[in-house]
T-cell receptor
Framework: KQEVTQIPAALSVPEGENLVLNCSFT??????LQWFRQDPGKGLTSLLLIQSSQREQTSGRLNASLDKSSGRSTLYIAASQPGDSATYLC??????????FGTGTRLQVFP | EAGVTQFPSHSVIEKGQTVTLRCDPI?????LYWYRRVMGKEIKFLLHFVKESKQDESGMPNNRFLAERTGGTYSTLKVQPAELEDSGVYFC????????????FGQGTRLTVV
């Protein structure tokens, strides 16, 4: 059974710091892995999608890596800003057509 | 292009009542998914439509939940009768094709059963 774990559960940092959010999954048989952002009371915004054949994806200050064999992904946020404050969710897509989510990392960036 | 839209954004109902949630996927997206997040838990899959057909409903909690997607456009998720443990946020997502493509989520419907 696929399980997705995210650490840390919560993180509070000053503005400007570079951050690493971790995601691990138990079954390496996945189509892809997707990172989302959720703001309080809002929906999920897709940040990055990494296919199983890829090692990393980049979008602006965000970089996500995938090591499928070890069941790990990291989301790197460069030069964090208060506007990055949100919950970050990692989700894997196993062989069947559904996403398995982690419980998320709640990030607060203070000025 | 409009995103995935869900109605209502919030719903408060009494135990035993019926509630119907609606999801309008992105135009042209054949795949539509329902997920939910109950308090303190991770988001979990409920079911998946391909056009109007239910492809996978393995995540539906019990027979009090009924999902439909008539005509392969919008979808409804009915809870009847609602129980306290049904409270949570119900998300809808859509994608153009199966498997390797990106899923786009709506803002969710927060359901509170009192």
């Amino acid at each position: 059974k696929q399980e997705v774990t995210q650490i840390p559960a919560a993180l509070s940092v000053p503005e400007g710091e570079n951050l690493v959010l971790n995601c691990s999954f138990t079954d390496s048989a996945i189509y892809n892995l997707q990172w989302f952002r959720q703001d309080p009371g809002k929906g999920l915004t897709s940040l990055l999608l990494i296919q199983s054949s890829q090692r990393e994806q980049t979008s602006g200050r965000l970089n996500a890596s995938l090591d499928k064999s070890s069941g790990r992904s990291t989301l790197y946020i460069a030069a964090s800003q208060p506007g990055d404050s949100a919950t970050y969710l990692c989700a894997v897509r196993p062989e069947v057509d559904k996403l398995i989510f982690g419980t998320g990392t709640r990030l607060q960036v203070f000025p | 292009e409009a995103g995935v839209t869900q109605f209502p954004s919030h719903s408060v109902i009494e135990k035993g009542q019926t509630v119907t949630l609606r999801c309008d996927p992105i135009s042209g997206h054949d795949n539509l998914y329902w997920y939910r997040r109950v308090m303190g838990k991770e988001i979990k899959f409920l079911l998946h439509f391909v056009k109007e057909s239910k492809q996978d409903e393995s995540g539906m909690p019990n027979n009090r939940f009924l999902a439909e997607r008539t005509g392969g456009t919008y979808s409804t998720l009915k809870v009847q009768p609602a129980e306290l443990e049904d409270s949570g946020v119900y998300f809808c997502a859509s994608s153009r094709s199966r498997g390797s493509t990106e899923a786009f989520f709506g803002q969710g419907t927060r359901l509170t059963v009192v």
